[in-house]
């Protein structure tokens, strides 16, 4: 019960930063792209979970890069994004960016990824709502 009631407090924190994210259609559900994934390839999308499996990395240019694992109670996806790392296990955030339900990384194909554009881990937005 304690988890359902966390989870509808995130949720509706999420829904009051989407000013936020002015040109982004509208929070999602990981499980809604997961069931309809080619609806959503290549959009812009918003959702939100929790960072767990935090990777660091390196793109071909030789810039810094990271990716993770977010998850809620009915899926999951992977988001990667440039830069230094700005999330840690465990965090609850919110994550703009553009998905893919396949790409080509040489020869493996991944599926259900995120490119993030925006990644706001909800604690450091305001810790005095999030708990």
């Given at each position: 019960?304690?988890?359902?009631?966390?989870?509808?407090?995130?949720?509706?924190?999420?829904?009051?930063?989407?000013?936020?994210?002015?040109?982004?259609?509208?929070?999602?559900?990981?499980?809604?792209?997961?069931?309809?994934?080619?609806?959503?390839?290549?959009?812009?999308?918003?959702?939100?979970?929790?960072?767990?499996?935090?990777?660091?990395?390196?793109?071909?240019?030789?810039?810094?890069?990271?990716?993770?694992?977010?998850?809620?109670?009915?899926?999951?996806?992977?988001?990667?994004?440039?830069g230094q790392v700005e999330v840690r296990e465990g965090d609850q955030v919110i994550v703009e960016g553009i998905f893919s339900r396949l790409r080509q990384a040489g020869r493996?194909?991944?599926?259900?990824?995120?490119?993030?554009?925006?990644?706001?881990?909800?604690?450091?937005?305001?810790?005095?709502?999030?708990?």
């Open positions: 019960m304690q988890q359902y009631r966390i989870s509808i407090l995130i949720a509706l924190f999420a829904i009051s930063l989407m000013p936020l994210f002015a040109h982004a259609s509208s929070l999602l559900e990981i499980t809604e792209l997961l069931t309809h994934p080619e609806q959503y390839d290549h959009q812009e999308v918003v959702v939100t979970g929790q960072v767990t499996n935090v990777q660091l990395a390196t793109n071909r240019q030789g810039q810094p890069a990271y990716g993770f694992l977010l998850k809620d109670q009915a899926g999951m996806l992977k988001i990667i994004s440039l493996t194909t991944i599926y259900n990824e995120i490119k993030a554009l925006t990644i706001k881990p909800m604690n450091r937005l305001n810790p005095d709502l999030v708990g």
